[in-house]
């Protein structure tokens, strides 16, 4: 299992600001819409590291797959300014779903043998369906102003217009993410705490219904709610691992002891909370574990 790396965190999101720099230099960028981790920690000043720059859009895969190939040259450039001369690569992933498309870009520095990898995924949106977004200027992010002052990032003109989805609605997402996964990922759980206790984000079931809708995949409840009201013993026990597991890699290894000397009960607070508010939306009921 991979260990909390500042160095290979930081080469990431200097590779995460360059994509998203030419992604949204592209005029189609007004119909791509970012959410995740990777939001918050960028857009949000989260303390959670985020491997993975997560999308939705209208568009599709091909269209996706044909933006993402334009841009190649212009992050390759951008690396070789940080990095020095290497080769880039930019590999399909797969179309797993119809309603979904990811890829990897890859960079190789000339003789290393370290890769730089970050993955990007894109989710379908229906027709006529779309987020609440906030526009933001990418040199006036938290964490790119920090990377700028401190040097880490030499290039200028970071004049992109970011398309990130509300606070409210990327929890809205982590909520439903937490009862459609079929394996749990401990980041989903940090996030709900980062975003309704630190960042005071209220949930919003009437936001979380249209959250359930909006996208092409059919949204399919794994889990109901007692099982994040209730847990038994062993649901319980199945939680905190996937936090354990999970956040090793994201978190600084004395925050992470912080938060596990009470056996994560922030993160169970917060989980509880949250799904209080939605527990009598049919999608979630439906589900029989």
């Known amino acids: 299992m991979k260990q909390y790396d500042q160095v290979y965190i930081r080469e990431s999101e200097v590779m995460q600001v ?13 119909d791509i819409f970012f959410q995740g981790g990777t939001a918050i920690r960028l857009c949000y000043n989260g303390r959670r590291f985020s491997e993975d720059l997560d999308f939705v859009s209208h568009l599709t895969s091909d269209k996706i797959a044909l933006l993402l190939k334009s841009i190649t040259g212009q992050v390759r450039n951008g690396l070789v300014a940080h990095y020095g001369r290497g080769e880039l690569e930019l590999t399909e992933k797969g179309r797993s779903r119809e309603s979904m498309y990811s890829a990897f870009f890859r960079f190789q520095p000339e003789g290393s043998q370290r890769k730089i990898s970050v993955k990007l995924e894109f989710e379908g949106l229906r027709e006529n369906s779309k987020p609440l977004i906030n526009r933001m200027i990418l040199y006036m992010l938290p964490v790119v102003r920090q990377m700028l002052v401190s040097g880490e990032f030499v290039m200028p003109n970071l004049s992109s217009i ?27 759980f940090y996030d709900i705490w980062y975003l309704s206790s630190i ?12 959250k359930i809708e909006m996208y092409r ?13 209730k847990p038994g013993k062993n649901d319980k026990g199945v939680i905190i691992d996937a936090i354990n597991q999970d956040l090793e890699r994201f978190l600084p ?19 509880k909370n949250v799904v209080l508010h939605v527990q009598d939306i049919e999608q979630f009921k439906q589900s029989r574990r």
């Open 162 to 188: 970011i398309m990130v989805q509300t606070p409210e609605e990327i929890l809205s997402d982590k909520i439903r993410a937490i009862f459609e996964r079929t394996y749990l990922k401990g980041r989903d």
């Open 253 to 271: 290894a004395q925050e992470l002891e912080i938060f596990s000397q009470d056996r994560f009960k922030a993160f169970f607070n917060s989980l």
């Open 18 to 30: 360059i994509i998203l720099h030419n992604l949204y230099s592209l005029k189609e960028s007004n």
């Open 199 to 210: 960042f005071n984000i209220k949930c919003d079931p009437q936001l979380v219904m249209k």
């Open 217 to 229: 995949t059919t949204f399919r409840s794994l889990r109901s709610p007692v099982f994040f009201l």
